[in-house]
Every structure is written in C-alpha cells, then in structure tokens.
C-alpha cells in the first residue's frame, strides 16, 4: 500500500521559515518524482515544487521561485521541502504526491496535480501578517 505522509507545517510569522518533510512508503522511492503541491481556501490546488527522483531534476512554481528549496534525503527516502521568507499569501494546506513520469513530457506536467496518482493528508501552513 502507497502512503504518503507530510509533517512540518505550522504558524509563522511572515518572512520566517519552514521545514516540510514527506515520507512515502510503499514506493520504489527513485522511480517517481515527488511534488509538493498546496490549496487555500476557495482556490484550485496548485503546484509548488516538484524532484524527479530519477535524475534529481527539481521545478518551481514563479511564486515561490527562490524562496522554497526542495531536496531528497535518499538515505531516509524522504524529500523535504524548504519554505523561506514566507508570505501571507503563502497560507495553504500543503500537499505530497508521487508519480511514475511517463518517458514524453512536457516540464509543465511536474506541477499538474492531475497528473498525479497518489497523495498524503496534507499539512497546514499558516503564516501571520
């Protein structure tokens, strides 16, 4: 059975930092790329980030292009995502997922929620203006 599991969400006050860890079991861990993806109230979930396992290729959505830093702990299976100088608008649940990349595709698709199969609960990240 595929589980997904996020942990490291939390309130802070805007500019401050936090550390977000998903850890899937149940998965040939570099087999899959694994995004992290977020939803406000009202709004559309949307992508975030997102590693290729297979090649440690690492996408960004443009809001928070060098703001969040993604990364594997491959001894831990693990991939953490970084978030930094955070912004009230940044307040969302935040989500992991996992999928096996299909071989033709386009970047876009990393940050397509459709696109992937399977999914943690979520973790809230609330931040303080």
């Known amino acids: 059975e595929v589980q997904l599991v996020e942990s490291g969400g939390g309130l802070v006050q805007a500019g401050g930092s936090l550390r977000l860890t998903c850890a899937p079991s149940?998965?040939?861990?570099?087999?899959?790329?694994i995004g992290w993806f977020r939803q406000a109230p009202g709004k559309e979930r949307e992508g975030v980030s997102c590693?290729?396992?297979?090649?440690?290729?690492?996408y960004y959505a443009h809001s928070v292009k060098g703001r969040f830093t993604i990364s594997s702990d491959n001894a831990a299976n693990t991939v953490i995502l970084e978030l930094n100088s955070l912004k009230p608008e940044d307040t969302a649940v935040y989500y992991c997922?996992?999928?096996?990349?299909?071989?033709?595709?386009?970047?876009?698709?990393?940050?397509?929620?459709?696109?992937?199969?399977?999914w943690g609960q979520g973790t809230q990240v609330t931040v303080a203006s």
């Open positions: 590693i290729n396992q297979s090649d440690r290729t690492t």
């Open positions: 997922a996992a999928v096996i990349p299909p071989l033709e595709h386009t970047s876009r698709y990393y940050l397509s929620p459709e696109e992937y199969d399977y």
């Open positions: 149940g998965i040939t861990f570099d087999d899959y790329a």
